[in-house]
């Protein structure tokens, strides 16, 4: 009775450190991704400012950046992040590392979806004298919330993972509680419970994403 009351306090905690590492990465790196994703967009050969050099270099950090395993992302980035939290180790510093992994992958997603917005909707609003920024933000970012919904989903699901791995740096979480007790101390009862918890967890958030999904689209 004890030992089951002390794996379900164990996991509630974690399950709330993991909620709180990925809500706050995923708050930041959308704000933040969006900006150099709208930059993709209007520089792109196809968009509406076309500028080849702003375009390639722009697109050349995004893909250096998303090139980066997170594990070693969260190594290298300790001297900056105990700059911006005043320590490498912990579940808020784990905050860190995770949105600035997430900010290429959230960008390149919404410059996707907002390319792939119909041209023929494009054109009409020239052809009612629409400025580029009314373009850009009544007919391209309108067009795109669906999408980039979908965008956002996709990246809670992949933060949920990179989370796990921020657990061997003392991030704390669902994964933190797997290696520790489960890995290390061979409780398989430990493993079986962090894995059908992350399982639901993903399950869950795909669910209010498909539902949100079909009420824009």
Excluded: H
């Excluded at 379900?8 to 704000?31: E, K, N």
């Excluded at 968009?47 to 090139?67: D, H, I, M, Q, W």
């Amino acid at each position: 009775m004890l030992a089951g009351s002390g794996m379900t306090q164990v996991i509630m905690t974690a399950m709330g450190q993991t909620i709180y590492m990925v809500f706050w990465a995923t708050l930041f790196s959308v704000i933040l991704g969006f900006f150099p994703a709208i930059v993709l967009t209007l520089t792109a050969p196809d968009g509406l400012s076309p500028n080849k050099a702003v375009y390639e270099t722009l697109s050349f950090v995004v893909n250096v950046f998303r090139s980066f395993p997170f594990i070693i992302l969260l190594v290298i980035l300790i001297p900056f992040t105990r700059l911006v939290v005043g320590k490498a180790i912990g579940t808020t510093a784990s905050i860190v590392p995770l949105t600035v992994s997430a900010i290429p992958f959230i960008a390149r997603v919404f410059e996707n979806a907002l390319r792939e917005t119909d041209p023929g909707v494009i054109e009409a609003a020239r052809s009612f004298g629409a400025t580029n920024t009314q373009i850009l933000f009544r007919v391209y970012v309108k067009e795109s919330i669906p999408r980039m919904l979908n965008g956002v989903v996709l990246l809670i699901i992949s933060l949920i993972g990179y989370s796990a791995m921020a657990g061997t740096v003392g991030g704390g979480g669902i994964g933190d509680i797997a290696i520790r007790y489960g890995y290390q101390q061979y409780r398989t009862d430990y493993l079986v419970v962090c894995s059908i918890v992350l399982i639901v967890f993903v399950q869950v958030i795909q669910m209010i994403g498909n539902q949100m999904y079909k009420k824009l689209a």
